[in-house]
């Protein structure tokens, strides 16, 4: 039975019989239950296992200072006729430590343990067996460099082929996932100046349009860093591919990182950095320009006067801000300056967040429970981040409390309105308008051109059919002022990693 098992393995099966017959004298069955721990992270290896039937999972346990309740991070599986252990009991056992917890999968596991102390003596007392660890290894090796060269050279990416000067310079590699024109546009002028500037470090940055998700993360193998944005998944299947990769630095060109699960990141030994500010104006100046484009039915109005219809009817009637009650929900950075822009329009102004602000008290904010702003309300404005406790902040129970005709403007994170709940509120009366620059299902579709496509998500079409909706498609950052801040701060987010900073030593860092 254990020269059998042996003969299915992998790797294990390219050994000689002379070899297979010494190692199954070594084997010792066992039949571990599902649950069984064999190994638990960060202990030293004492033996390999080999999976008859059933499946091994590889766990590791959260980084950082998490709730001791959080359930440990599944990396993989290791099924039938796969090793684990070989090469660390083929080291020195003092120097290595499991990478990861090891347990027996759902219904157990059958494997053969070989004690490593044990199969080094195996080896030491006949040189032929140290050869042929040595062979097969390589082996390996050749294979393995052959799937990373193979799969670095598919990569669909947009590869520099400028002639590169490293003399005296540390590279750092960079994949730069979700690439628009734009990107490209503002990113490649200001790393050329900065490894033209730049004495110890050149970021050498290489391109694709395809977004990041579990199929597109081995596009990153051979490189140091990703840099991503807002619709780029960075779930922990994604991540452990990415961390298979060697990919040690996660660069967000934007402030929001709900798609980035930052905890599995973190235990696999990657810095996660962010732009965590930009333009706060070009945010709230968009708001602004989305609710009179709402009130004054600005885009059917200019559609009308191109069409040379230059009548006037109560279709086109909107409404003085100015005396309006205008709720704030969200008063950080942008909150605050949306504040002050709002003020100056004279109207009466209500705020809401855990945190208050003493600078818009001093404009005249006053501070007031959700209810009382979904109430007393003509205009809304949604400025906070995407949590667990804001998400759909707007939903159908919340429906029924809010001031007939109310305007609703999100310029923040789609999620923040259950969409469902706004296209009924819409279509009853309740919303008498709505401006918004992101939507919760937005992934599939922002920053793509779908002019020759259909639109299957339905309430998608329904609300870009609603003449009482304005949608711009996330573009509330996007102005020269910020764009520039984002090429800039990535740069360096980029240089300050690899400077040696890490964790909450490295600026910018989540």
């Not at 030491?124 to 052959?146: D, F, G, Q």
């Not at 598919?154 to 590699?173: C, F, I, Q, R, W």
């Not at 001031?403 to 008498?432: E, M, Y």
Request: proline share 4%; charged share 25%.
């Amino acid at each position: 039975m254990p020269n059998e098992v042996l003969n299915n393995s992998q790797w294990l099966s390219k050994f000689s019989d002379d070899f297979k017959d010494d190692l199954s004298k070594l084997m010792i069955p066992f039949n571990g239950p599902e649950g069984h721990v064999f190994v638990r992270e960060d202990d030293p290896i004492e033996s390999f296992l080999i999976v008859e039937s059933g499946n091994l999972l590889r766990t590791k346990r959260p980084s950082g200072e998490g709730n001791k309740d959080d359930q440990p991070i599944k990396i993989d599986t290791v099924g039938p006729g796969r090793i684990s252990g070989f090469l660390h009991v083929a080291g020195h056992p003092d120097e290595d430590v499991a990478f990861a917890t090891i347990t027996a999968g759902k219904g157990g596991a059958k494997v053969w343990v070989v004690s490593g102390r044990h199969f080094r003596k195996m080896c030491e007392v006949n040189p032929k067996h140290s050869s042929e660890v040595i062979k097969v290894l390589t082996l390996v090796l050749r294979y393995t460099t052959k799937i990373v060269r193979a799969t670095v050279a598919g990569n669909p990416s947009d590869v520099h082929d400028e002639a590169v000067d490293t003399k005296n310079k540390k590279v750092l590699k960079v994949m730069c996932y979700d690439t628009t024109s734009w990107v490209k546009e503002n990113f490649e002028p200001q790393v050329k100046s900065f490894n033209e500037n730049g004495e110890d470090l050149k970021v050498m940055m290489d391109y694709t349009q395809d977004r990041l998700d579990v199929k597109t993360a081995k596009f990153a193998a051979g490189y140091d860093a990703v840099c991503l944005f807002v619709n780029d998944t960075a779930d922990a299947e994604t991540l452990w591919v990415l961390s298979m990769c060697g990919v040690k630095m996660i660069v967000m060109r934007c402030a929001g990182f709900d798609r980035v699960d930052v905890k599995t990141a973190k235990t696999f030994g990657m810095s996660v950095a962010r732009v965590p500010a930009y333009s706060p104006y070009a945010v709230a100046e968009h708001a602004i320009a989305l609710l009179m484009s709402v009130n004054r039915r600005i885009t059917a109005a200019s559609t009308r006067v191109k069409m040379a219809n230059f009548s006037l009817d109560s279709s086109l009637l909107g409404m003085d801000i100015h005396g309006k009650k205008v709720g704030v929900m969200g008063t950080g950075k942008i909150g605050q300056i949306l504040c002050r822009i709002i003020a100056g329009f004279g109207v009466d102004l209500l705020a809401f967040d855990v945190y208050e602000s003493h600078d818009v008290k001093e404009m005249g904010g006053k501070y007031v429970s959700q209810e009382e702003i979904y109430k007393t309300c003509d205009v809304i404005f949604l400025m906070m981040p995407l949590l667990p406790a804001t998400k759909h902040t707007i939903n159908p129970e919340v429906l029924p409390l809010l001031k007939k005709g109310v305007i609703l403007i999100n310029t923040s994170r789609g999620g923040l309105i259950d969409t469902s709940a706004l296209v009924t509120g819409l279509q009853s009366g309740i919303i008498g308008g709505c401006g918004l620059d992101v939507y919760e299902n937005e992934a599939e579709y922002f920053f793509q051109d779908w002019s020759g496509k259909a639109i299957e998500d339905n309430v998608l079409a329904t609300l870009m059919g609603n003449n009482r909706v304005v949608m711009t498609a996330h573009q509330a950052f996007f102005t020269r002022e910020a764009i520039d801040k984002i090429v800039s701060t990535t740069i360096e987010n980029l240089s300050n990693y690899s400077s040696g900073l890490r964790g909450k030593e490295l600026p910018n860092s989540i």
